[in-house]
């Protein structure tokens, strides 16, 4: 439920807007392309990163059918004009939701929208559920705002309003200019930004306000299912700081939300599905990136974890996170 994909050739938007640092492909005769962002290189990705039928042949080989399919967090463009990440947004949703009507046992969609432009993001996230996809992956903040900011409220309840999930996704991390040694950014600044983001949405009273909103947060929430108890204990310690717009315990959210299982460490997965329960956390990879699991669950399958929470975090939870059936996919 946790996986990026672009197509294989992207418009020139930084000529076409005048502006900015858009993401551009250069592609290699070795089948890989270079993602510049500005005239600066940002990554190397390889042709399953835009190849469907590599990535179901790819994905066959850990005995799995379907992918949730979402942008890479670098496409948001939430730093752009309106009307411009408007248009980027149209054009990788349609991508995506074709993706999804040629292949519809393979592949389901999330949308990305215009956070910045709470109208906008609305009329993409409703052209979104019309075109066939079936949720959103946001960023944990927005152009550093907490999504936990009264401007995004009217998003989340639009999206409880048409059934739509949400992936919250880190990006832009905190810190990111002060700590780029030792890849910290990715390492550290991304686990604290879910948490961040989990904070914020828990704090600001979005979940109590909205209790049939349907999120998941990547990276198996982060570093904020491991590091709840000091959470929990400053909102008992110092309420006057922490529980001034919602005075339920962050505890009683506890399977209220899922978290994707992409934690490489089998200790940690039974933590959090002890705290989770197992319909509350689903089977991401993060493919096609490195840091992701590319063995897609091999360490579950490989653990003593018993089958029916296996089947759960393998199927049951991430077709109930996107109100789906699996009979869609028999």
């Known amino acids: 439920m946790h996986t990026h994909i672009i197509p294989k050739h992207l418009p020139d938007w930084t000529k076409k807007f005048g502006y900015g640092d858009f993401i551009f492909l250069n592609h290699n005769d070795n089948k890989t392309a270079d993602m510049m962002q500005g005239g600066q290189f940002f990554r190397r990705i390889e042709e399953n990163c835009w190849d469907e039928n590599i990535r179901i042949t790819e994905y066959e080989n850990f005995h799995t059918q379907v992918q949730v399919v979402c942008t890479i967090p670098v496409m948001f463009a939430y730093n752009a004009k309106t009307k411009d990440c408007v248009e980027m947004s149209q054009f990788l949703n349609d991508h995506i939701a074709d993706l999804v009507v040629r292949y519809p046992k393979k592949y389901i969609g999330l949308a990305t929208i215009p956070m910045q432009d709470a109208d906008a993001a609305i009329r993409e996230l409703e052209r979104a559920k019309s075109i066939g996809l079936v949720g959103i992956q946001i960023g944990s903040n927005i ?7 009264e401007k995004f409220f009217s998003i989340f309840e ?30 550290v600044g991304m686990p604290a930004e879910t948490s961040r983001a989990a904070c914020s949405m828990i704090f600001s009273g979005i979940l109590e306000k909205l209790p049939k909103l349907r999120i998941c947060f990547s990276h198996a ?12 204990h400053g909102f008992n310690c110092r309420p006057d700081l922490v529980a001034i717009d919602n005075p339920v315990n962050p505890r009683e959210y506890l399977g209220k939300f899922w ?18 329960g197992s319909k509350r956390v689903c089977l991401g990879s993060d493919y096609p990136f490195p840091l992701g699991d590319m063995e897609i669950g091999k360490f579950i399958e490989e653990s003593d974890l018993n089958p029916a929470v296996i089947e759960d975090i393998f199927a049951n939870s991430t077709l109930e996170w996107l109100g789906l059936d699996k009979k869609m996919f028999l």
């Open 143 to 149: 152009n550093d705002e907490n999504l936990g900011e």
């Open 158 to 187: 639009a999206c409880e309003r048409l059934g739509m999930a949400i992936m919250i996704h880190p990006w832009q991390m905190m810190g990111f200019d002060s700590m780029k040694k030792y890849w910290l950014p990715w390492l």
């Open 221 to 232: 929430g982060g570093s904020f299912l491991p590091t709840l108890g000091r959470i929990e």
């Open 259 to 276: 978290v994707d299982s992409i934690t490489h460490d089998i200790d940690l997965l039974k933590y959090i599905l002890n705290m989770q």
